[in-house]
């Protein structure tokens, strides 16, 4: 036999290596579990593991959860989703960016033929399309094809 108090639960979430610098202890997080389809419970993130698993490249992340109802059990399955902040950035296709000296460098369209070269820093590639965090405005005139024929300029 085992006893229990479920009155508050302990989640935890595998957190890709990738990911890990977007989370912080009191992160807030949405929790969806196969149990209760439909339903979004709300969370923090309340400790963050030391180390990354070998095996899986992640990082355990904790919520815990309060539990009046003892609607939550131990070893039900859900999805954690990190609720971020939502910013507006730029996006381009991947051949948008080239490689330089261990910079990642775009082009910009100054008319007339004129390009103008510039260091950027991008944020986590999604299919074929990465944003821009920094270095560029939104619309400014990218070069997206043929960027590296502009390289050797």
Same mark, same amino acid.
């Given at each position: 036999?085992?006893?229990? #108090?479920?009155?508050?639960?302990?989640?935890?979430?595998?957190?890709?290596?990738?990911?890990?610098?977007?989370?912080?202890?009191?992160?807030?997080?949405?929790?969806?579990?196969?149990?209760?389809?439909? $339903?979004?419970?709300?969370?923090?993130?309340?400790?963050?593991?030391?180390? *990354? &698993?070998?095996?899986?490249?992640?990082?355990?992340?904790?919520? $815990?959860?309060?539990?009046?109802?003892?609607?939550?059990?131990? $070893?039900?399955?859900?999805?954690? @989703?990190?609720?971020?902040?939502?910013?507006?950035?730029? *996006?381009?296709?991947?051949?948008?960016?080239?490689?330089?000296?261990?910079?990642?460098?775009?082009?910009? #369209?100054?008319?007339?033929?004129?390009? $103008?070269? @510039?260091?950027?820093? *991008?944020?986590?590639?999604? &299919? #074929? *399309?990465?944003?821009?965090?920094?270095?560029?405005?939104?619309?400014? @005139?990218?070069?997206? #094809?043929?960027?590296?024929?502009?390289?050797?300029?």
């Amino acid at each position: 036999m085992t006893i229990a #108090d479920l009155s508050t639960v302990w989640v935890s979430s595998d957190v890709p290596e990738s990911a890990i610098r977007l989370i912080h202890v009191g992160s807030r997080v949405t929790m969806t579990l196969l149990a209760y389809p439909g $339903e979004t419970f709300a969370a923090a993130v309340t400790r963050i593991a030391d180390v *990354v &698993d070998r095996q899986t490249r992640t990082i355990k992340v904790y919520l $815990e959860m309060p539990n009046p109802h003892g609607s939550f059990r131990p $070893e039900m399955f859900g999805n954690v @989703r990190h609720v971020g902040r939502v910013r507006a950035m730029p *996006v381009v296709p991947l051949s948008t960016l080239v490689q330089e000296y261990g910079k990642i460098v775009i082009f910009i #369209d100054r008319g007339a033929g004129q390009y $103008e070269r @510039r260091e950027v820093t *991008v944020g986590q590639r999604s &299919d #074929d *399309v990465v944003p821009l965090i920094s270095g560029v405005q939104v619309g400014e @005139r990218v070069i997206v #094809d043929g960027a590296l024929l502009l390289k050797g300029q």
